[in-house]
């Protein structure tokens, strides 16, 4: 259970090493493990919405040791690597979630059984995080290009979290007028989109802060305005480093 023996999901909107400075671990992902409280916290990596990418995970484990975690993942291509992937992930101080297809990586976990265990997993006091995909899963859903180039919303998210989720805000152009016109004419629920460089930190079912690695990343709260468009605020955020 996290430190305070409160629910957390920490939602990034993207990561990338902010320009001049090279940090082993994002301070983003940093933050999800600080909130766990554990000295050397067990933290497992899913990267089912890029396939189970090797690559990624090897990047992973490189940069969540060398930070003192101890690193494990859960892989479900082309079958999963342990018999109980209930048990890794109940047996973990942080989950973490990379980017990818957000449409994909729901199916697949649903087959698996997955959406149910992560629930048991946050109602726990597990401390979830993602980043893109990863952040848009915990929520009803949010701007994907799973089914193609272009933006399309995406519905099928976990809902532990009400609303809906925007990544890439600001870095990608076709990002905010997306998840604006879909926010407006209600294909999606109201909700918070996030720059490369920020993310949503939610305490138990309520957005608790904006953290960022970067000035200017930050957060935004996007509802309709009753008109036809929607109202944008941005939200005060706490730098990280």
């Given at each position: ?18 320009p001049g400075q090279d940090q082993s ?213 706490t730098l990280l480093i």
């Amino acid at each position: 259970m996290a430190a305070d023996g409160r629910r957390h999901i920490v939602a990034i909107g993207g990561i990338g090493a902010p320009p001049g400075q090279d940090q082993s671990l994002p301070a983003l992902v940093a933050h999800a493990l600080t909130l766990s409280g554990a000295a050397a916290p067990r933290v497992c990596v899913l990267n089912t919405a890029a396939g189970d990418d090797p690559a990624g995970y090897v990047r992973m484990y490189a940069s969540l040791a060398a930070h003192g975690a101890r690193p494990s993942h859960l892989q479900l291509f082309m079958m999963p690597n342990v018999s109980d992937p209930e048990d890794l992930l109940l047996s973990q101080d942080v989950i973490f979630v990379g980017g990818g297809s957000a449409a994909n990586m729901m199916a697949v976990w649903r087959v698996h059984g997955l959406d149910d265990i992560l629930r048991r997993a946050w109602t726990a006091g597990i401390v979830l995080s993602g980043v893109s995909a990863g952040a848009i899963c915990w929520f009803t859903g949010g701007t994907t290009d799973s089914f193609g180039p272009e933006l399309r919303p995406f519905t099928g998210g976990l809902r532990f979290l009400g609303g809906s989720y925007c990544p890439h805000y600001s870095s990608e152009p076709t990002r905010r007028p997306a998840y604006q016109a879909l926010v407006a004419d209600g294909t999606l629920q109201p909700g918070i989109a996030c720059d490369d460089g920020a993310g949503a930190h939610f305490a138990d079912d309520d957005l608790a802060e904006i953290v960022s690695d970067r000035l200017g990343a930050t957060g935004y709260r996007v509802e309709p305005d009753g008109h036809g468009s929607v109202t944008e605020v941005a939200l005060p955020s706490t730098l990280l480093i």
